[in-house]
């Protein structure tokens, strides 16, 4: 009976995700191994030619470059949004929140105008290199748009806020007598932090990790505009596919693998996360 | 755990991230009030390229746009991702495929769901425009108001539900007058949240409304204007559609103390 009313308030929500959500993407699945019409769009013929193309030796340096850049960009992220949040957590209590709360602000603000920030801070023409020339080393500035260094920076100045929460979680709940212990066993500072603190914490900086990585691998504005069109990562190749190439099957076929990779670090990530908790329940009952 | 030392240490690392986080968007802020407008010299106090940014009707055109979207794709949310929410907490155990599937749109990369829906409305023959995009807004839209109106319910007493009933009311009735003004904190703070990420939202937009200049999004006016090149007019924008998400997060925040999915 409150099964019934219950279905009720979840079936218009679940008609929805279904509808605009579960079966487009399975859609893309199905797209994936039909082949391209002559003129653009879908015949209808079955073929593992798309697929096949992905691992193509073209597109799978454009993986790699990808995995490559997000692989930097969550890395620096995890370190610096790591540092950031143990940083809050070290601060009295009363001012945490706070912290917390301006730390994941820009977050809420609009992508692109954080993006384009950067652009108006690394431009040619930009505050950089006049503060350089005020300073009289122009000469010694490397050009800074357009290149991966952009792209990346502009991936951590994104996504770090993400981190930061992620890594504040475990961080903030971390029992303040766990590291006086270790200090009465005889740990210094850094052999605290290394032994004890940073195992305790580290799930939460491999969520933070993951999150950046997935996020960053698909993405197309940033390349598109810190990198000037430079180099392509597999979000660029997804657009150029459906908007410019018109061949949706092999956009398909990428965006696959795009899921495929999210999948797969999720799952591990997930997998990693229970691991590492058990343990710590295991090692807890043995006090208890 | 910190002594003087670390604290000092502590308070640099925050002080550099701090900076890191807010001086490009400060930089944007200060700009749109250059009389010169350009980022190499300031030229002086001015608000005439707010002026100029009022009397583009392109802009103007794809900020109603925004609005209309906005307020649409978060009103349906709501009351979906509303009644959603107090579905699963009455069925708890059976939550599972649910909570998935409402994960599903916050790790989804953007541009997977984006060309998924492009795909799906041309093969059923959709025309794209404004109405396309309000629906894939929804999708993402949902869970987040789902989130926030769980948050709340976690701390809710069902034993007034029971009382309720108790007292002869019906299950509408309850609904109605008990669970609901309860909720309705977390409601209007989650649709307040909605409402900022679809305005602020753009590749889902880019790929669901299709060619017609006439359903433009200010995200996607903003970066058609990003990529003819650097211009006053977008640093006035910039900051903006800044201080248009700020204070609606602050209010949604305000509505709901620690209300934000994670926090």
């Known amino acids: 009976m409150q099964d019934r009313k219950s279905l009720v308030l979840v079936a218009p929500a679940f008609a929805w995700l279904t509808a605009f959500m579960v079966v487009p993407c399975l859609l893309i699945l199905a797209l994936a191994f039909f082949r391209r019409g002559i003129y653009g769009g879908i015949d209808y013929t079955f073929t593992l030619e798309n697929v096949a193309m992905v691992f193509d030796p073209l597109y799978a340096r454009i993986f790699l470059k990808s995995a490559w850049i997000a692989g930097l960009a969550a890395s620096i992220a995890a370190v610096v949004g790591y540092a950031a949040a143990y940083a809050i957590a070290a601060m009295p209590r009363r001012h945490q929140p706070a912290l917390l709360f301006f730390a994941i602000l820009p977050f809420w603000s609009n992508y692109l105008v954080r993006t384009y920030a950067w652009i108006v801070l690394l431009n040619r023409e930009g505050l950089i290199v006049a503060i350089a020339r005020w300073l009289g080393v122009e000469g010694a500035l490397p050009q800074m748009l357009y290149t991966e260094g952009a792209v990346v920076l502009g991936l951590v100045y994104n996504y770090l806020p993400f981190v930061i929460l992620a890594a504040y979680a475990p961080l903030s709940r971390l029992n303040p007598e766990i590291a006086e212990a270790s200090r009465d066993l005889g740990a210094g500072g850094w052999t605290t932090f290394r032994r004890v603190i940073l195992p305790i914490t580290l799930p939460g900086v491999a969520t933070g990790f993951v999150f950046v990585f997935v996020l960053s691998i698909g993405n197309f504005v940033t390349p598109a505009l810190l990198g000037g069109g430079q180099f392509q990562m597999i979000g660029n190749l997804v657009y150029a596919q459906f908007l410019t190439a018109n061949d949706w099957p092999f956009g398909s076929a990428l965006s696959m693998v795009l899921i495929a990779v999210m999948l797969v670090l999720l799952t591990a990530q997930t997998y990693a996360n229970e691991r590492a908790s058990t343990g710590r329940q295991a090692s807890g009952g043995v006090d208890g | ?263």
């Open chain 2, 1 to 263: 755990m910190a002594d003087r030392h670390t604290l000092r240490l502590m308070l640099l690392i925050l002080g550099v991230v701090f900076a890191f986080l807010y001086i490009p968007i400060s930089v944007l802020v200060g700009l749109s009030f250059n009389a010169g407008g350009m980022p190499t010299a300031w030229t002086g106090f001015s608000l005439k390229w707010y002026g100029a940014l009022f009397a583009n009707k392109d802009i103007l055109r794809a900020a109603g746009n925004t609005l209309i979207v906005g307020l649409v794709s978060a009103f349906v949310a709501t009351v979906l991702g509303t009644l959603l929410a107090i579905g699963i907490e009455i069925r708890r155990r059976k939550g599972r495929v649910l909570e998935t599937l409402i994960f599903a749109p916050m790790v989804i990369p953007d541009i997977v769901l984006a060309i998924a829906l492009l795909s799906f409305f041309s093969l059923l023959d959709v025309r794209l425009g404004l109405h396309t995009v309000i629906m894939a807004h929804v999708v993402f839209n949902l869970a987040f108001v789902c989130a926030v109106v769980r948050a709340r319910l976690k701390s809710f007493d069902w034993s007034i539900v029971e009382a309720s009933a108790d007292l002869g009311a019906s299950t509408v009735t309850t609904l109605r007058r008990v669970v609901l003004p309860v909720l309705a904190p977390a409601i209007i703070a989650g649709g307040l949240l909605a409402f900022t990420l679809s305005v602020d939202e753009f590749i889902i937009a880019f790929f669901t409304a299709g060619a017609q200049r006439a359903s433009i999004t200010l995200p996607m006016q903003i970066y058609a204007m990003i990529r003819f090149g650097v211009t006053p007019e977008i640093n006035v924008l910039a900051t903006l559609v800044i201080g248009f998400s700020l204070v609606t997060l602050a209010l949604s925040q305000r509505l709901n103390r620690g209300g934000l999915p994670g926090q």
